[in-house]
């Protein structure tokens, strides 16, 4: 494989390296669904690094939701530092509880991890869509 200039935007990136059969670039959250996506048609959602400041809203969870197959899961990674710290994840993990109770989803595993990166305690959920 050739190296890859990660100065390119990402899914220039994403291209060169010919890994996935279908690439999408889409806005998430506020309702919006992604195009060219059917309800219930994957069998896995991973979000790394997604919830941060500015990125991802939670509200993006229902269309994690909408797209997973049940029995499917759904992986979030991210740095557990920014549940305290950016105002606008801070009902991230209040609406994963509340999805809980509502049905959609049950949650497998919660894993906090030290030093995921530097100093940084890595956050870890795992929820199965019922």
Partial sequence: MDAVD??????????????????ICAALGSGRKIPGIEDESYDVVTISGGFFQAHLPIDSLEEVVRVLKPGGY???????????????????????????????????????????????QGLFHVFQKL
């Fill in 6 to 23: 990660y100065s390119q935007p990402m899914l220039d990136v994403l291209e060169k390296l010919d890994l996935y059969n279908k690439k």
């Fill in 74 to 120: 759904f992986f979030n990674a991210m740095t557990k530092y920014y549940l305290e710290s950016v105002d606008s994840l801070h009902g991230l993990e209040p609406l994963m509880r509340q999805m809980e109770t509502d049905g959609k989803w049950l949650m497998r595993a919660r894993l906090v991890q030290d030093h995921v990166i530097g100093r940084e």
